[in-house]
C-alpha cells in the first residue's frame, strides 16, 4: 500500500492508499476541518449510493482520491505530520523535481539550476525569474533563504536532519545554503523535499511547528478553494508560471471509508485517478470500459515493521523465524494475482535501485519453512507449549499483535494468510485493525509489535536507506518520527555507512558502504521484506489523459506521493 521520511517522501508515500497497497511517507493524508473560510462538519464519506456510472462525460473538474484518509483537514502547513496532500506540489513547491519512478532524472522547479562548491558544503541556487505568490507577490531569493534558516533555527521542522549552517542571498535571484558537513546526498532532501514559504507570512508565524495554514499562499499550480468533511476542492492558479498548465481548472479530491466503496466508484468511472487495491484489476477494473487505464510502476516495498526497542519483535530469532514461516509466492498469488513479486531480502526497491546492490545480496533468497522458523526459535532458547505456540525464555508465550489499517483489504488478506503459516512455526500472530489516525498514530510513535506497510517513493538508494536505517537522529519510542524509522534502528556501522555515502559526491565511489548496509540488514532483518508493493493507479481515460507509464515514467502516477502529485496534476489533461 502506499503518502510520502514524508522525512518518509512528503509522508505522501503513507496516506495515498486507497486502503490499498498501491498506495503512504512517506509522503500522507491530513485528519483535521475546512478551508478558505468557515469550518463544516465532517460529511458522510462517499458511498455506493454516492456514485455516479461510466462513462462521465468530459469535464475541468478532475475528481481524485487518495484513499481511505479520514475527513479533510483543513490543514496545509507542510511540515505537519497531518497535512493535506496538495500542500506538497501543488500549492508548495520545491526547487526541484526529482522523479520518484525514475532514479537519476531531476528537473528543475522554482530553480533553474544548481552548483556545489566548498566541498560539498555549499550549494548556490538560481531561480526562476516571473513567479508570485498567489497573493500577487514577487517569489525571490529571500524566500527561499527564509524558509532554509526557519528550518535551522527551528529544530522540530528538521525532519530530515540537514547540516544546515546558514542561508543567504546574492540578488533576488540567487540563493546559497551552506552546510556543516558535505552534504551531496542530501540533495534531494535540500532541493525536492523542502517546500518553499512566502517570507512575507510565515515571518509572523508564532509556531511553524503547530501552525494550521488554513489560508495557503503558494507558488504552485492550485490554490485551495474548500474543505469540508470527505470532499477537498482545488482550483487552477490563473497566475501559474509554466506555461499553458495546469490544464484541468478544479481538482476534486473524495475520501472514502475503504475498499468496497472507492473501488465501486473507480469502476462506475466517477473517479478520474486512484490509486485503490482492485483484486483482480484486469477483469474487474479494465474490463468494464475500454478506456480505462491502469499505470503500474514499481515505487515501493511492503514491509512487515518489528518494533526493535521492546516487546517479542526485538528478538532476532522471532524477526527471523516470522520471515521464515512467510509463504510470499503464496500470498502474492492470493492477494495480487502474482503482480507483487517478492522483493530483495536487502530491502531494497530493484530493479530501480540495481547499481547499488552488492553481488552477495543479490543472491540472497528469502526461506519458506516452517521447520526452519521453529528451529531458529528453538535455538534461541524458546520452548514449544502445549499449545503449539512457543514461549519465550522468560516463560512468555510468543503471542504477536500485527497493526493494519481498518479498511486496507490487501493487507488484511495478506495477514490472514500469514496467521496459519506462522502458527504452524509456533508463532500466535494476532491481527488489529485500526482506524487510519490511529495507526499513523502509533506507527510513528513506536505504539506497536508488528505492523505492515509500505516505504519508498524516492529516486534515491541512500533516501530509502536512510529514511528507513539512520538511528543517529531517530526518536525514542514514545516520541514522534515522521521519516520512516518506526521500528527504532540504530547500528552504528550502518549509520556511518550512511553518513559515508551522504558526503560523497558520487555513488560510485560508496558502493562498499551500500554493500555494509546490505550485510547489515541481511544480518539483523530489522524490517521483514515482502514484495515490491503493488502500485497500479486506475486513470479513467473518458476524462483524463496524459498520465505517466511504464513507458514514459516522467512521475511518480500515485497521487499518494509528493511532490510528484503536484508535477503530475499540472500535466494531466481533459480528454477533448
Not at 129 to 156: C, M
Not at 314 to 325: E, F, G, H, P, Q
Request: glycine content about 8%.
Amino acid at each position: 500500500m502506499e503518502i510520502t521520511r514524508t522525512r518518509k517522501r512528503a509522508r505522501s508515500t503513507r496516506r495515498a492508499r486507497t486502503a490499498s497497497a498501491g498506495t503512504a511517507l512517506i509522503l500522507a493524508g491530513g485528519l483535521l476541518a475546512a478551508c478558505g473560510g468557515t469550518s463544516t462538519s465532517p460529511s458522510a464519506s462517499p458511498t455506493s449510493a454516492s456514485v455516479s456510472a461510466h462513462p462521465r462525460s468530459t469535464s475541468k473538474v478532475l475528481t481524485v482520491t487518495t484513499g481511505a484518509a479520514g475527513t479533510f483537514a483543513d490543514n496545509f502547513n507542510p511540515f505537519s505530520p497531518n497535512a493535506e496532500d496538495p500542500a506538497h506540489g501543488m500549492i508548495y513547491e520545491p526547487l526541484y523535481f526529482f522523479d520518484t519512478a525514475k532514479a537519476g532524472v531531476s528537473d528543475p522547479w522554482l530553480a533553474t539550476s544548481y552548483a556545489w562548491s566548498n566541498g560539498g558544503k555549499t550549494l548556490t541556487f538560481q531561480l526562476r525569474h516571473g513567479v508570485k505568490w498567489t497573493n500577487g507577490t514577487p517569489f525571490t531569493s529571500a524566500d527561499v533563504a527564509f524558509t532554509f534558516n526557519l528550518i535551522k533555527s527551528n529544530p522540530a521542522l528538521n525532519g530530515y536532519g540537514l547540516p544546515l549552517v546558514r542561508a543567504t542571498t546574492s540578488g533576488p535571484y540567487t540563493a546559497v545554503v551552506e552546510f556543516s558537513r558535505p552534504a551531496y546526498s542530501d540533495l534531494e532532501y535540500v532541493a525536492g523535499l523542502t517546500y518553499i514559504l512566502p517570507e512575507s507570512i510565515w515571518k509572523s508565524v508564532k509556531d511553524p511547528a503547530t501552525f494550521l495554514d488554513t489560508h495557503p499562499v503558494g507558488t504552485g499550480a492550485y490554490e485551495v478553494s474548500k474543505v469540508a468533511g470527505s470532499v477537498m476542492k482545488l482550483t487552477a492558479n490563473p497566475d501559474y508560471y509554466m506555461r499553458g498548465m495546469p490544464h484541468f481548472k478544479t481538482i476534486e479530491f473524495l475520501s472514502f471509508k475503504g475498499n468496497t466503496s472507492s473501488d465501486l466508484a473507480i469502476e462506475n468511472g466517477s473517479l478520474d485517478w486512484a490509486g485503490s487495491y482492485i483484486p483482480n484489476i484486469k477483469r474487474e477494473y479494465l474490463a468494464k470500459n475500454r478506456k480505462f487505464v491502469v499505470s503500474d510502476i514499481p515505487l515501493s516495498v511492503e514491509f512487515l515493521v518489528p518494533n526493535l526497542v521492546k516487546g517479542p519483535t526485538s528478538s532476532l530469532a522471532v524477526r527471523r523465524a516470522i520471515s521464515d514461516a512467510i509463504d510470499r509466492n503464496l500470498v502474492s498469488s492470493d492477494v495480487y494475482q502474482g503482480y507483487a513479486e517478492p522483493t530483495s531480502p536487502a530491502g531494497l526497491l530493484v530493479p530501480n535501485f540495481d547499481s547499488v546492490l552488492s553481488t552477495s545480496a543479490s543472491k540472497a533468497r528469502f526461506t519458506y519453512s516452517a521447520s526452519a522458523a521453529r528451529k531458529v526459535l528453538e535455538d534461541a532458547g524458546y520452548k514449544m507449549g502445549s499449545n503449539g505456540i512457543f514461549d519465550s525464555p522468560s516463560g512468555k508465550p510468543l503471542d504477536i499483535n500485527v497493526k493494519v489499517v481498518s479498511g486496507y483489504t490487501d493487507y488484511i488478506e495478506s495477514l490472514q494468510i500469514m496467521v496459519p503459516e506462522l502458527k504452524a512455526a509456533g508463532i500466535d500472530l494476532i491481527v488489529d485493525q485500526e482506524a487510519y489516525a490511529q495507526f499513523t498514530s502509533d506507527q510513528d510513535t513506536g505504539n506497536f509489535q508488528l505492523l505492515i506497510d509500505n516505504f519508498g517513493y524516492t529516486p534515491l538508494p541512500y533516501v530509502f536507506y536512510n529514511d528507513l536505517l539512520n538511528g543517529s537522529t531517530t526518536p525514542a519510542i514514545g516520541k514522534t518520527d515522521t521519516v520512516g524509522n518506526y521500528g527504532r534502528y540504530n547500528n552504528p556501522s550502518v549509520n556511518a555507512a550512511l553518513s559515508s555515502i551522504s558526503a560523497a559526491p558520487s555513488t560510485s565511489t560508496v558502493l562498499s558502504d551500500y554493500a555494509t548496509i546490505e550485510k547489515q540488514f541481511l544480518a539483523d532483518e530489522p524490517l521483514i521484506p515482502l514484495f515490491d508493493q503493488q502500485d497500479e493507479q486506475e486513470f479513467n481515460g473518458n476524462v483524463v489523459t496524459g498520465e505517466p507509464t511504464p513507458k514514459n515514467p516522467y512521475a511518480a502516477d500515485a497521487v499518494y506521493i509528493a511532490p510528484d502529485l503536484g508535477w503530475v496534476a499540472m500535466r494531466l489533461r481533459p480528454v477533448s
